[in-house]
Every structure is written in structure tokens, then in C-alpha cells.
């Protein structure tokens, strides 16, 4: 059974930084690309960086370049998000996604993806 718990959400006003973290269990994560995707409200999920199994790739929404930083640390079985810049219309809930994917894939669609966290929510205020 996989298990992937993400922590680090909370509220934080325009500008700010966090740092998303989500452990897995049940699953060596040396095996699996992963991926933050968000969900606002009324919105559809969407992906917001992506990292291949052995971390040299990796994907960046758009409007997230620069400022938002995907990791990983197999050794921790642990990937992380760091959010720097952060701005309003980042309010979403923000979901861990785990996919088996060869060595370098990147994945970035929700169909794609085998499990999912229970995600953690970052609320922005300006």
C-alpha cells in the first residue's frame, strides 16, 4: 500500500515563501517519477513542477518558473516544492503525485498518474 503525506501547507501573505514536503511509504521512490499538482477552486487540477526518478529532469509550470523549485531525496524517500515569490492566485490545494515512468520521464497530466496524496493547502493573501 503507497502512502504519500504532504505537509508544509499553511497561509502566508504575497510574497512569502514555503516549503512543501511529501514522504512516502510503501514504495522504494528511487522507483517512481513524481510530481506537485494544484487544485483551486472551481478549477481543474493542474501540474505544477515535476521531477523525473533520477532528478535530472524536470518540468515547471509556466508561471511558476523562477520562483517554485522541485527535489528530491530518494536516500529519504521525500520530495519537496520550494515556493519562494509566492502570489495569490497560488492559493490552491496542492497534491503529491507518485507515477512509475522510465528514468528520465517527466510526468504532467493527471491521467498519468498512479497514486496521489491527500494534499495540503497553500492559501496566499495579498
Known amino acids: 500500500q503507497v502512502q504519500l503525506v504532504e505537509s508544509g501547507g499553511g497561509s502566508v501573505q504575497a510574497g512569502g515563501s514555503l516549503r512543501l514536503s511529501c514522504a512516502a511509504s510503501?514504495?522504494?521512490?528511487?522507483?517512481?517519477?513524481m510530481g506537485w499538482f494544484r487544485q483551486a477552486p472551481g478549477k481543474v487540477r493542474e501540474v505544477v513542477a515535476a521531477i523525473s526518478r533520477n532528478g535530472g529532469t524536470t518540468y515547471y509550470k509556466e508561471s511558476v518558473k523562477g520562483r517554485f523549485t522541485i527535489s528530491r531525496d530518494n536516500a529519504k524517500n521525500t520530495v519537496y516544492l520550494q515556493m519562494n515569490s509566492l502570489k495569490p492566485e497560488d492559493t490552491a490545494v496542492y497534491y503529491c503525485?507518485?507515477?512509475?515512468?522510465?528514468?528520465?520521464?517527466?510526468?504532467?497530466?493527471?491521467?498519468?498518474?498512479?497514486?496521489w496524496g491527500k494534499g495540503t493547502l497553500v492559501t496566499v493573501s495579498s
Open positions: 503525485a507518485l507515477t512509475v515512468a522510465s528514468f528520465s520521464r517527466v510526468v504532467t497530466t493527471t491521467r498519468e498518474v498512479d497514486y
Open positions: 510503501g514504495r522504494t521512490l528511487s522507483n517512481y517519477a
